[in-house]
């Protein structure tokens, strides 16, 4: 479930423009990994209101705006980074991990770990 809509997003968050017609595949995901990043706490906070629910939302769109910017890639946990080794015989390659922050595999947005993390709602470290 998102917990923005295209509305919010542009009206109140003032994000960078995303298709209207791509913006929701892209704010469920984010959700999915905002609610993942708070052990399922993002849904309950939202529904409470006040300030964790405004941080929650803009998590989620600077969140959305991380996946857009980096297209299907992310869905797929292939934003490995660059190649770091090639194989002809058996087609291996290797990648060099990205530096940046990520939850399972896929990149997270500064932005979205910040806004958590000053309600309280995941630790500093991650």
């Known amino acids: 479930m998102a917990?923005?809509?295209?509305?919010?997003?542009?009206?109140?968050?003032?994000?960078?423009?995303?298709?209207?017609?791509e913006f929701s595949?892209?704010?469920e995901r984010a959700c999915d990994?905002?609610?993942?990043?708070?052990?399922?706490?993002a849904l309950g906070a939202v529904k409470k209101d006040g300030k964790?629910?405004?941080a929650v939302k803009?998590?989620?769109?600077?969140?959305?705006?991380?996946?857009?910017?980096?297209?299907d890639q992310a869905y797929l946990g292939m934003t490995g980074g660059e190649i770091s080794r090639e194989e002809i015989g058996s087609a291996a390659v290797s990648y060099r991990k990205k530096d940046g922050l990520s939850y399972l595999g896929i990149p997270v947005s500064?932005?979205?770990?910040?806004?958590?993390s000053e309600a309280r709602l995941i630790q500093r470290s991650i």
Request: charged share 20%.
């Open 52 to 54: 964790s629910a405004v």
């Open 33 to 41: 990994i905002i609610d993942g990043l708070t052990d399922g706490r």
């Open 25 to 27: 595949q892209y704010a």
């Open 110 to 116: 500064g932005l979205a770990v910040m806004y958590l």
């Open 58 to 71: 803009k998590a989620a769109c600077a969140q959305t705006e991380m996946l857009y910017s980096i297209g």
């Open 3 to 21: 917990f923005i809509d295209y509305e919010y997003y542009i009206g109140e968050y003032k994000g960078s423009p995303i298709p209207s017609e």
